[in-house]
């Protein structure tokens, strides 16, 4: 023999080897074959006892099978069922059993199926109205509410080892059984007999099975035993017992020793394949009535409210992987949910993920609806408009905070308004010349500077000056706060830092060769940033008030404002908007939509730390147009035109913004509605 036959005769050995220890053994095949023929000893024994059971007998078995199912048995029978709901076959029933109400059982899925083909048909198909049933205890009473209605049937409950209060029997799964269209199965078809027939006590099924007694004559000690000793037990089992299965204890007061025999087995001997098996041969060997019965109890179970059943911190972790949307639309369904989708730590996650303002005591559901509303009003200009008007000349500056909105006009006047109504509240007289910057300092004291050269601190209760600084050689033409530091930029080309909680004056910064005209400072005060008419952008340290960093924005005007939010700045020369990177002074963006030139911007940064830096600009200018910009887009998201001349000066937060026009006016652009 060669070297390749020995190889193909070693390859064909091993095939052997392989598929003999993938072969089951013949006791499994014994095993096996036992345990067929013990199930159909059972099913024979099934069909004797059936015929024996009367129809208060029947229901009172069915109940506690159901008791003792799971969500596979309620699926199958459910499907199987179909054939037997049938309407027109129910209709047929009732004129065999004329003192029992076939009234159909109403659920969520049933209706919903019921507008759905009334839609398609145009016309009712349903000629009989429908019972609305959503718990067991409501088909219980439905079913025995009178005597035209089915026997009264024992209202047992079962008592689960996880829980020591008592819950319907049927409430035995959280899931909902949807089917659209149930394939027919095949049963065998018998004619319906007379009621007094089918109540006799000795009646027969009106379908019988033929018992198998050819299985009978086989001789096997051990499943015959095991029969044996079964039945011998149940046999000497009580009747007030309390039967323990796997789902718990279940009252066997009124049972038959048959019956209970049939529970030992559903319940400890048969898997899911033969209760189903079983469920299929039982309901063929039922008459409508038990149908009825068991499809009462089926229709409710399509749906289980899950989310009412589950421990709370389970049913809010679920809740808690919706996003706000679905949670919206969750919390419609009951009550428990909408307690549940309310909780305030599911939306305290929520609000987490969004920058938004906090208040003391927050209700965080509250504060995420009403930030992404405000959120889509930005986005989509939607906003309330306030006209606020008393100036008889044009308005310079604006300013305000949560109550108050406070304006400087070039009337030489300072006007404090309430920014709910609109209405004026008072009127501060002392500069000699227009007021071209304002700022709030506390609550009740308010800085102001004017074209005559001097910066004023307001006490707002007494309506009068309280403060007056002198410094500046020229028009002071904007300032800006950071805690008891303020700054101060003038006509004389320089700006000035001054401790406003001692009126002292603590730096000069010296650098622009003309005029500047706008100011900002850093989150903590440390940079301050000037915007001058020499073209350039400069960087300055607060404390030592030396010039860290020059930026040559514009190549041929002035910089009319100037704007730092979390290492970006924005500026403005001309028409044309631009930010910078702080650190390299590094050009991120130029805006080009504006038709004359900008007289002021506001920019705020939402997000600094990403690759790409998400925030929004608020820009103004001669062409009385206010625009909102994203950082990252070049056209603007929104423009809004209100004013008949141009507008001089904008400030805005995360509700409104106000701006302050040569017509005369201020005007309150409302996102919070």
Known sequence: MTSAECGILRASLQSIS??????????????????????????????????????????????????????????????????????????????????????????????EYKAKVKKIRKGNIHRVKSAYLQLDEEVKAWLTENSTKLPPIENNTVKTKDSNRKTSPSRLTTLQLTSNRSPRLHRRVTSLRSEQQLTDKKDKSHLNLPIRRHLQEINDVDTSTSTNRSISTMSSVPSEAIFITAKGKVKMSSLSNEAKILLNWYTNDWSDKRKNEFLHKFVVLLDPRQHYYLSSFLSVKQHRDFIKLLPEKIALKILSYLNPKELLQARRVSKTWRKFADNNDIWKTKCSEVKVEVPAIPVWKDIYRDNMYLRFNWNSGICHTVDLKGHTE???????????????????????????????????????????????????????????????????????????????????????????????????????????????????????????????????GTLTLTGSADRSVRIWDTKSGKCKKVVWASQSTSIMSVSYSKGFFACCYGETICLYRVEGAKLVNTYLEHHKRVESIKLSITDSNSSKPEGIIVSAGKDGMVKYWDINQDTSLNTFSGHAEQINCIHFDELRIASASYDHKIRLWDFNV
Request: proline share 2%.
């Open 18 to 111: 392989s598929l003999r220890q993938s072969l089951p053994s013949a006791n499994t095949y014994d095993y096996a074959r036992k345990d067929d023929m013990e199930f159909e000893r059972q099913m024979d024994k099934l069909c004797i006892w059936l015929e024996d059971w009367d129809h208060k007998q029947r229901c009172q078995i069915l109940e506690k099978l159901l008791q003792q199912s799971t969500y596979t048995q309620f699926q199958f029978l459910y499907t199987v069922m179909q054939p037997s709901l049938h309407r027109d076959l129910m209709y047929t029933a009732q004129t065999v059993f004329p003192t029992i109400d076939f009234t159909p059982v109403s659920t969520h899925t049933s209706r």
């Open 394 to 524: 044009n308005v310079l500056s604006v300013i305000f905070d949560k109550n108050r909105v406070v304006s400087g006009s070039l009337d030489k006047t300072i006007k404090v308004w309430n920014i709910k109504t609109g209405d004026l509240i008072q009127t501060l007289k002392g500069h000699t010349k227009g007021i071209w910057c304002l700022n709030f300092f506390t609550k009740n004291l308010l800085v102001s500077g004017a074209f005559d050269c001097t910066i004023k601190i307001w006490n707002l209760r007494m309506g009068t000056a309280a403060r007056t600084l002198l410094g500046h050689e020229g028009p002071i033409w904007a300032m800006v706060r950071n805690k008891n530091i303020l700054v101060s930029a003038s006509q004389d080309k320089t700006a000035r830092v001054w401790d406003i909680g001692r009126c002292l004056l603590l730096q000069t910064l010296k650098g622009h060769n003309a005029a500047v005209f706008s100011v900002d400072m850093n989150e903590d």
